[in-house]
């Protein structure tokens, strides 16, 4: 295909490089510097898409960021992304896209058919049409709705491209690198101020790249490339460019996304897919420019419309012609910018001007091209369905509400101008009262809220000289407040064409007996009559009207469609657009990439993989790991082609008749010391605390002030004033946090400090029957034996030179020790437990078996002590000091918490005692009572009894006390099972507890 | 994002810090009698105030220290901020 549409010299594109390229399966080429907007169109391209509720043919509006229709599904590199504005689509080689919203093609759109049937998605349809009847909504709607509208199809792959977070700190981040952005820029850098410039598109300059201006002896653009290229050689300016400030957020904090690679075939190694900066600055200047708006008429919609600056645009930058016999419709000066860049190329451009006789400079110099120039015109109607054919035209009176004799105008573009709306966004996110301007008909910001300021166009300035003049000046001022410097900077000379006055004239009214559609927001497809109808039924606050016809709703926020859609409120409302007020403008600015919000905490990046110090011989002896919080534990030790179920029960099963090693390096470690630690212990647990000698470990449940469980463990006396607690593996941290909370806040008289030593320790429990014989082969110099080492006794012994801690602890139910060394010497205990144990038939043991042996234990943890549970419930009560207070235990008072139905842990075992129990099932009285079936309590825990070999489970259940006996049903609707169980006491093995004092 | 002046260490992110609630409540003291009333007003009640508000914050991934912050509910600013046992002005 031939590029058609390209004029032959011209533009900033690099012409001695061709571009090839694929859109809905048809190759093209391109030029490198051109968008996929560009491209397409120098192709003559115009239909891109459907529309988003009517399917209507959808081209080209803007070239940029404010883009309503070309939103292409990209594929680059294998891979493929949604929502991709072809205007701001840089063109590379290979590159692949194809239209949304369409099916089966965008040619031939079975969803137009609603274009027909535009009574089924009137405003309000999402509400209405849909309600009624219920049941068609998952049937019919939804797929319906599904299947044809949505902008692209996500990836369901894993993403391979990297997207990285960066923190930044500066004194002037400015956003936007049109004339006032680099000039503030410009003089802040002089003055010695770090400096971050971002410039969303690829080009630097902004409006500088279009208008017909000069700077100083040269060319607007001239003068950018020479400050862009100053500030680039100074160390204490970053210049960005591909990087959009789209948030802003508390205290002067700007989110930018960089976009690193989206402009080649494929992301160079090493480097990330798109980079978000995280920004911190003193000073916050927004140069963001404008936006044209539309004025609206009747089929505003058809491909071939667009904005007057995007035609410029195109031309100048790409060397485009959007179209070879254009339409310019305008109510101000810039329209005749256009027409006269048209003119230049040879191409005979006509004006209507809604005015009746407006005079300016650059209106002279239109008429001295001979361009063919027509007052108190307007356009009424495109005509054309996949692309203009026509305009139907015609004279508008003074008070434009009525309109002259149709005529009819044979054109392939209108290109139109309804002055501009300032891209105040950015200021209103920060919080600043926005306030409307009479003078251009739209809102400027007020009072700043946090440390940032409005320059030039964002600001309602549209003069060259005067944005410069201000910029330069609030670029030195805000630069000399944090560097005390004041360089002098002098203010070029400015050559721009005074405009005249806009007119204030924003939609042509319907000719007698019309009913075109006439589009406001042109993503959403909302017409006037859609919000004519909110109007009629009631809707009043803009908030409701957006949300009722979601007109602004679209990926575009309404950047073209905002100011038009006030107009028509307040003209129905009979109100002036500042009462009417706009709605709150929210980040971000444009479309962030999930992925770039992400980051790289992706999979394994999510969260850190702790490992114990000897995991590495986990993993040579067959472990299989899991997730335990953030640490990996074994799960179990795989022998051959064992289960889990099979190796855990093995595991298990050797604790109880030999002896066996688990790895519990994992559990949280606090060291507890100074001369008030043990009255600090005696405040945080709820047992006494204050008799225990050196050299003994007791265990202590710590209550939340509400009463509820929050963590257990053991705490050992190591000296006078030194305790060594240990926390579940899950509430380290937690724990932690509350002991300062009270040592810092609480009580400040307590001479105490806490630290965690969880990393500082490697730990082994060694539990079985034969673990003492173990462990006094491991410590022959060390007296273990019963009265040496009574059951929660601690001594200090040595392992073949290695300083060893002893605990005789614990969780299994059997005869059991700790062992801790320093980490360093983790996997040295360790290997020598196995190499030792192997005369006592020790096995390692993974969290399954741990799990296991404690559960037929009555053992409680995590699954028990949810948040949600009272000591009580966890037959704990025997651990409440009577004597003294402790946090939470006023609390314990609660008429609920004494109630005498509470609930309470019990045993379950089912009837058939083969069935296993789902954990989380529900306990209910009658399998078969009407739903909703009354609860009486939940199943926490399950295992398979190794001591009893059936089922066995843990429950917390509603009068727990009085249900042993009972005889319930467990129901998981989950799992689609009913299980008849027994209800038995928690404590299923050893009750008495005697095999962990023999 | 809130920037965070930690009286220990200086201006921080907020995300080294974590959130503690209202800081002008105060737990009663150990061992007295205090009425259902007065507990539930010290575990539960809290008013939820627009405007000037003294909160604890820890500042978890740094000093590890408490601290007090007075902010204001509705705009985000901060205006002073104090350490654990300073005298509130
Ligand atoms: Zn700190």
Redesign the interface.
């Known amino acids: 295909m031939t590029q058609s549409y390209r004029i032959e010299t011209g533009g900033l594109i690099n012409r001695n490089k061709k571009i090839s390229f694929k859109f809905n399966g048809t190759s093209y080429f391109g030029y490198e510097g051109d968008t996929l907007a560009s491209a397409l169109l120098a192709n003559g391209v115009h239909l891109v898409g459907r529309s988003f509720k009517y399917h209507r043919p959808r081209g080209f509006f803007g070239a940029g960021v404010d883009e309503p229709y070309a939103v292409v599904q990209l594929y680059r590199n294998g891979e493929t992304e949604p929502n991709i504005k072809a205007t701001e689509q840089e063109l590379f080689e290979g590159l692949e896209a194809s239209s949304v919203n369409c099916w089966p093609s965008v040619n031939f759109d079975i969803g137009a058919i609603n274009n027909f049937l535009k009574i089924f998605l009137p405003a309000g349809f999402y509400y209405k049409t849909f309600m009624w009847p219920k049941s068609f909504w998952y049937k019919i709607y939804e797929p319906f709705i599904r299947k044809a509208a949505g902008l692209g199809v996500a990836s369901t792959k894993h993403d391979k491209e990297r997207y990285e977070h960066k923190y930044e700190y500066c004194d002037l981040l400015i956003a936007g690198s049109g004339p006032s952005g680099l000039a503030s820029a410009y003089s802040a850098a002089k003055n010695g101020a770090k400096v971050i410039l971002a410039e969303d598109k690829p080009r630097y300059g902004g409006s500088l790249l279009t208008s017909d201006v000069n700077i100083g002896n040269q060319s607007g653009k001239d003068w950018a490339d020479g400050i862009i290229s100053e500030l680039k050689e100074m160390p204490n300016v970053t210049v960005k460019n591909r990087s959009q400030v789209f948030g802003y957020y508390d205290h002067n904090m700007l989110v930018m996304s960089e976009k690193v690679s989206d402009h080649l075939p494929k992301t160079k190694k090493y480097h990330p897919n798109k980079r978000l900066w995280y920004i911190r600055a003193k000073e916050v200047l927004i140069s963001s420019g404008s936006i044209e708006r539309p004025i609206v008429f009747g089929n505003n919609d058809t491909p071939g419309v667009m904005l007057s600056s995007a035609a410029k645009e195109y031309l100048k930058v790409y060397g485009v012609l959007v179209g070879k016999k254009p339409l310019v419709f305008t109510n101000n000066d810039s329209g005749y910018e256009t027409a006269i860049e048209f003119k230049k190329h040879g191409i005979e451009p006509i004006v209507l001007d809604s005015r009746s006789n407006p005079q300016s400079e650059i209106i002279d110099e239109a008429k001295n091209l001979g361009i063919n120039i027509k007052n108190s015109y307007v356009v009424v109607a495109a005509q054309g369905y996949k692309k203009v054919k026509s305009a139907d035209v015609a004279t508008i009176s003074e008070d434009k509400k009525t309109l002259g004799n149709i005529e009819n105008i044979v054109c392939d573009c209108i290109c139109v101008s309804g002055f501009w709306t300032p891209t105040i966004h950015l200021a209103s996110q920060s919080g600043n009262k926005t306030k409307f301007n009479e003078e251009i008909d739209a809102f400027v910001p007020g009072v700043s809220k946090q440390n940032e300021t409005t320059l030039g166009a964002a600001n309602g300035v549209f003069t060259l000289e005067e944005t410069l003049k201000t910029s330069f000046e609030k670029g030195k001022e805000l630069s000399k407040k944090i560097t005390e410097k004041d360089n002098e900077i002098s203010i070029p000379n400015v050559v721009e064409k005074k405009y005249s006055k806009h007119d204030k004239f924003w939609c042509v009214p319907l000719p007698k007996g019309k009913s075109y559609k006439r589009f406001l927001d042109f993503q959403n497809d909302v017409a006037v009559s859609d919000v004519e109808i909110a109007l009629r039924e009631g809707y009043r606050s803009i908030e409701h009207v957006k949300r009722y016809t979601t007109l602004g709703m679209a990926t575009d926020q309404g950047k073209t469609s905002n100011l038009n859609g006030l107009q028509l409120v307040s003209e129905i409302e009979n109100k002036v657009v500042p009462s009417v007020g706009h709605t709150t403008f929210r980040p971000p600015y444009t479309p962030i990439s999930i992925g770039a919000i992400v980051g790289r905490e992706v999979g394994k990046h999510s969260k850190p993989t702790r490992k114990s110090p000897i995991h590495n011989w986990h993993e040579e002896h067959n472990a299989v790991f899991v997730d335990a919080g953030v640490w990996l534990r074994p799960r179990y030790y795989k022998r051959g082609n064992e289960t889990l179920f099979e190796a855990s029960k093995r595991e298990a099963k050797n604790v109880r008749t030999n002896v066996g090693v688990c790895d519990v390096t994992t559990l949280g470690k606090i060291d507890v010391k100074g001369p008030d630690a043990a009255e600090f212990l005696n405040r945080v647990y709820t047992n006494a605390w204050l008799k225990l000698p050196v050299g003994k470990a007791r265990y202590g449940v710590m209550l939340r002030e509400d009463g509820i469980v929050m963590d257990d463990g053991t705490t050992t006396r190591i000296s006078e004033n030194h305790y060594h607690m240990t926390t579940t593996t899950a509430q380290a941290a937690n724990v932690l946090s509350h002991l300062e909370y009270y040592l810092q806040l609480v009580w400040p008289e307590l001479n105490v400090n806490v630290v965690s030593t969880t990393e500082q320790w490697a730990g082994a429990a060694i539990a079985g029957p034969k673990s003492r014989d173990l462990l006094q082969k491991l410590f022959p110099k060390t007296d273990v034996s019963n009265e040496g080492l009574p059951f929660m006794g601690y001594v200090e012994g040595d392992l073949f030179g290695v300083k060893a801690r002893i605990f005789r602890i614990s969780f299994s139910g059997e005869l059991a020790y700790e062992v801790n060394v320093e980490s360093d010497n983790g996997r040295f205990m360790w290997e020598k437990i196995i190499e030792i144990g192997e005369e006592f038939q020790i096995q390692p043991y993974g969290t399954e078996a741990l799990s296991t042996l404690r559960i037929e234990m009555g053992h409680v943890a995590g699954s028990e002590l949810d948040g949600r549970t009272i000591p009580y419930d966890n037959a704990l009560e025997g651990l409440l000091s009577k004597k003294k207070d402790f946090i939470g235990k006023r609390s314990l008072q609660r008429a609920a918490f004494v109630a005498e139905d509470r609930q309470r842990i019990v045993g379950v075992v089912p009837l058939d005692k083969k069935t296993s129990i789902p954990e989380g099932s529900h306990l209910v009285k009658d399998a078969n009572a009407p739903l909703p079936n009354k609860k009486l309590g939940h199943i926490s825990a399950s295992c398979w009894s190794v001591e009893y070999d059936n089922p066995f489970s843990l429950a917390i259940l509603k009068d727990g006390k009085n249900m042993i006996g009972e005889k319930l049903f467990v129901m998981s609707p989950l799992k689609n099972k009913v299980i008849p169980v027994e209800i038995v006491s928690s404590h299923y093995v050893d009750p008495k507890g005697e095999r962990v004092r023999s | 994002?809130?920037?965070i002046k930690c009286p220990h260490c200086g201006m921080r992110?907020q995300n080294e810090f974590?959130y503690?609630g209202d800081a002008t409540v105060k737990?009663?003291e150990?061992?007295k009698e205090?009425t259902?009333q007065e507990?539930d007003n010290?575990?539960?009640n809290r008013v939820s105030p627009r405007g000037k508000h003294l909160e604890?914050w820890?500042h978890?991934s740094g000093c590890?220290?408490?601290i007090k912050v007075e902010r204001d509910t509705a705009?985000?600013e901060?205006f002073k901020t104090y350490k654990?046992?300073e005298e509130i002005a």
């Open positions: 994002m809130l920037h992110s974590s503690g737990r009663p150990l061992n205090v259902d507990w010290f575990v539960y604890l820890q978890l590890r220290q408490w705009t985000h901060i654990a046992n």
